[in-house]
């Protein structure tokens, strides 16, 4: 069974930051674009950036300006770093790997106003 770990999360008061991380097995990193998804209570699961093996990225327009993702490809792992956190980017964070479909459990995100 492939694992994509996810860890960072945790709760932050609103304009503070956060970092999440995604660990995948390499053979997964190395061939996949990874991407961060988050769900909300009640909502759908959304995209919320993503990061090509080439290093290329897309964001959702919410978190364009406040989050980064990237990828250390040497540590096959993903980060999503997130500044000026505001009470509606309260979620479950997914680390997603897109050709394989793989997804993480999940890493609970929570800004308190």
């Known amino acids: 069974q492939v694992q994509l770990v996810e860890s960072g999360g945790g709760l932050v008061q609103a304009g503070g930051s956060l970092r999440l991380s995604c660990a995948a097995p390499?053979?997964?990193?190395?061939?996949?674009?990874m991407g961060w998804y988050r769900q909300a209570p009640g909502k759908e699961r959304e995209l919320v950036a993503a990061?090509?093996?080439?290093?290329?990225?897309n964001y959702a327009d919410s978190v364009k300006g406040r989050f980064t993702i990237s990828r250390d490809n040497t540590k096959n792992t993903m980060f999503l770093q997130m500044n000026s956190l505001k009470p509606e980017d309260t979620a479950v964070y997914y680390c997603?790997?897109?050709?394989?479909?793989?997804w993480g459990q999940g890493t609970q995100v929570t800004v308190s106003s």
């Open positions: 390499r053979i997964i990193f190395k061939f996949n674009t």
């Open positions: 990061i090509t093996t080439g290093g290329s990225s």
């Open positions: 997603n790997a897109r050709q394989r479909d793989y």
